[in-house]
């Protein structure tokens, strides 16, 4: 059997485990090929393929903060993974950098907003933990736990912490727009865990059909944030509009539970993504 797991995040992002140690653990979990794929960043590219082991297939890439506008009172945030896109090219160069900056400005205000409610964590502390990285929730979430105001990183989640007190959202790039970008990069595009509705709003099919109009390769059907139900829905509607359906475990290191190959990706997706892309080749 191979295994495919198409969606892992390093410390260039909100993982706990460097890019190299990331590799090296997707080879020790007897996975045949990942991605790296962290948020905003191909950081962690170059270091992932030195450390690349014999026998792991290194698929590029990144998990890109996007919104859709198309809601009545409130964008609704979306995560898109693009895979074997040119790093090098232009204007997805310029909108990652962005929206990079985006999650400082972001956590920079969040810190505030708890400095400023008496909570003894400092933009500096936060930062450090990003260490290069992108900044996310997950480092203002170590700053917490190390204060002794929550003990695990899903406590930091919760609406009295991060999820919603002290919320602040990130302007992120129009979904359409990522879209477009990416395909101009050569890379391709899946929808990460479209149908979460335990991380909040998520969009309607009508979008997602928009979305297959405009490029759009694949939706991730396999993920631990949906039920059931949800992965059957993704399923049917991936199948409907000729997408290709991925599973994935969107492993975080020790900042979530799940490991690595928890959820896996059929061979034939795969190998469709892989023809479809000419930004850069899979490494080993
Ligand atoms: P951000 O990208 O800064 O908005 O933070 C979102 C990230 O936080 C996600 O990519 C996950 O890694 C993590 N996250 C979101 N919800 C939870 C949760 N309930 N428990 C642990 N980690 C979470
Ligand atoms: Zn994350
Ligand atoms: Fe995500
Ligand atoms: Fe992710």
Known sequence: MTRIDLHCHSTASDGTLTPAELVRAGAAAGLDVMAITDHDTTGGWQAAAEACP???????????????LGA???????????YLFDPAEPRLAADLARLRNDRE???EKIVRK???????????????????????????????????????????????????RYFVPKSDLDVFEAVRAVRAAGGVTVFAHPRATVRGRVVPDELIIQLADAGLFGLEADHEDHSPAERAHVRALAGDLGLVVTGSSDFHGTHKTVQLGDYLTDPEAYEKIVSAATGVPVLG
Do not use: K, N
Request: aromatic share 8%.
């Open 105 to 107: 400005q972001r956590a």
């Open 72 to 82: 009545e009172d409130w964008p609704i945030a979306l995560h898109m993974l693009a």
């Open 114 to 164: 708890l400095s400023a409610d008496g909570v003894p964590i400092t933009w500096d502390e936060v930062y450090g933990y990003a260490a290069g990285g992108s900044v996310g929730r997950p480092h203002i979430a170590q700053a917490l736990i190390r204060a002794g105001l929550v003990r695990t990183t899903s406590e930091a989640f919760a609406s009295r912490w991060l999820g919603a």
């Open 54 to 68: 014999e026998g792991l297939r290194l698929v590029r890439g990144a998990e890109l903060s996007c919104r859709w």
